[in-house]
């Protein structure tokens, strides 16, 4: 059956510091891939999505960056967070039209 | 742009049916309604989707009016655990993009 992993599950990171979320499924080949944040009251906006190694897509400009180097990693990224980077991100993948969310991480940005 | 409308909340009392409606007038034809469900601090989690024919499965019921206007979402016998926020959402066959609106904070009470 398909899993999919994120890590860490919570995070403290001060204001400017980089990051680095990792997404990884398993049990299926060449899925969809997705990021999605929630801020704390809010609901979930998508980030990026990936339908293949190397081919992201954009959903909002913001502060932060995706890259898929492998068929079932996801890593979301950035060089300098902000405070407005605070919040809960998922990652998600889809097959047969079917979209199944990771457990998410929780990122507090001090 | 969520395109559908949703109650921001409901309450039902365990053991009774929770009908949860949802707006989609402007959806096209090739376009399906989708539910989730995310309780608190987790991961949102699929119930069903459906194109124009009503559907069930082990969690939910799901019916979809003629004019695919509009739609319900039913869960035959509420639960403590069903309190959440269920989202309505419409999406594209060929995006592949799931995009969340605010959603029906339902509270099911004793």
């Known amino acids: 059956s398909q899993t999919i992993h994120q890590w860490p599950a919570t995070l403290v990171q001060p204001v400017g510091s980089p990051l680095s979320l990792e997404c990884t499924v398993e049990g299926t080949s060449n899925p969809n891939l997705y990021w999605y944040r929630q801020a704390a009251g809010r609901g979930l906006q998508l980030l990026f999505y990936?339908?293949?190694?190397?081919?992201i897509s954009s959903e909002v400009p913001q502060n932060l960056s995706a890259s898929r180097p492998q068929d079932r990693q996801f890593i979301l990224s950035s060089k300098k967070l902000l405070l407005s980077d605070s919040g809960f991100y998922l990652c998600?993948?889809?097959?047969?039209?079917?979209?199944?969310f990771g457990p998410g991480t929780r990122l507090t940005v001090t | 742009d969520a395109k559908t409308t949703q109650p921001p909340s409901m309450d039902c009392a365990e053991g009774r049916a929770a009908n949860l409606p949802c707006n989609h007038s402007t959806i096209s034809g090739n376009e399906y309604v989708y539910w989730y469900r995310q309780i608190h601090s987790q991961g949102p989690q699929y119930i069903i989707h459906?194109?124009?024919n009503n559907e069930t499965n082990e969690m939910a019921s799901l019916i979809i009016t003629e004019d695919r206007k509009s739609s319900t979402l039913i869960l035959p016998h509420a639960t403590l655990r069903d309190t959440a926020v269920y989202y309505c959402?419409?999406?594209?066959?060929?995006?592949?993009?799931?995009?969340f609106g605010t959603g029906t904070r339902l509270q099911v009470f004793p």
């Open positions: 990936s339908v293949g190694i190397g081919q």
């Open positions: 959402i419409v999406s594209y066959s060929n995006t592949d993009k799931l995009i």
């Open positions: 998600a993948w889809s097959e047969n039209r079917a979209w199944y």
């Open positions: 459906g194109l124009k």
